[in-house]
């Protein structure tokens, strides 16, 4: 295991409704980066938090936010949601925002109806 | 041209042979390559890291090749537990340490 854990592992939601998802980094990791992987395709790069600012974006709309606290964890929120936004959403942490090796957690499955 | 292309297949392959798939990628300034390996519904998990001409984990073989841009896995003696889909990642074109992954190639070993 990656030591790095998702919550919830699935969630329904209906067009329009807003939605957070957590997640929590390996011990020592100060770098979270979450991704979406609609079904079918690779994971898509969304942002990164590093040290508890954002560091750098995907190409996501900005209904697509996040945070990443002091203990650097994160949450990634994402408001008006649309049907196309279901998919599996895995955060991955990282010791560093480098060249270093991203371990990911179990996703959570979000289903948009 | 996409970052990392890949052909998704399926790539049906009997118990015991050798498989092999290419990934294809734009950014010739790449300097690190991932193979990453995702089972059915699951988190994708390290396979296995290229950062100059190839690399070798026991019956795994990555293989790069600069001039044309593309990075190859090879799977010999295929077992079933290696049925999944790998996906080819490199960091991104924007910088340090965000990821961009090619759609998988799907393998599945028959008994």
């Known amino acids: 295991e990656t030591g790095v854990t998702q919550s919830p592992t699935h969630l329904i939601k209906t067009r329009g409704q807003q939605v957070t998802l957590r997640c929590s980094s390996q011990s020592g990791h100060n770098t979270v980066s979450w991704y979406q992987q609609a079904l079918g395709q690779g994971p898509q790069f969304i942002f990164q938090?590093?040290?508890?600012?954002?560091?750098g974006r995907g190409n996501f709309p900005p209904r697509f936010s996040g945070l990443q606290f002091p203990n650097y964890s994160s949450e990634l929120n994402v408001n008006a949601l649309e049907l196309d936004d279901s998919a599996l959403y895995l955060c991955a942490s990282s010791a560093g925002d480098f060249q270093e090796t991203q371990y990911f957690g179990p996703g959570t499955r979000l289903l948009v109806l | 041209r996409k970052e990392v292309e890949q052909d998704p297949g399926p790539f049906n392959v009997p118990e015991g042979a050798t498989v092999a798939f290419n990934c294809t990628y734009s950014n010739s300034a790449s300097q690190s390559f991932f193979w990453y390996r995702q089972d059915c519904r699951k988190e994708p998990k390290l396979l296995m890291s290229v950062y100059s001409s190839g690399n070798e984990d026991g019956r795994f073989t990555a293989q790069l090749n600069r001039a044309s841009q593309y990075i190859s896995l090879l799977i010999r003696d295929s077992k079933l537990s290696d049925s999944a889909t790998y996906l080819c990642v490199l960091p991104r074109g924007d910088g340090n340490n965000r990821l961009a992954f090619g759609k998988g190639n799907q393998v599945v070993v028959i008994p």
């Open positions: 938090y590093y040290r508890e600012e954002e560091n």
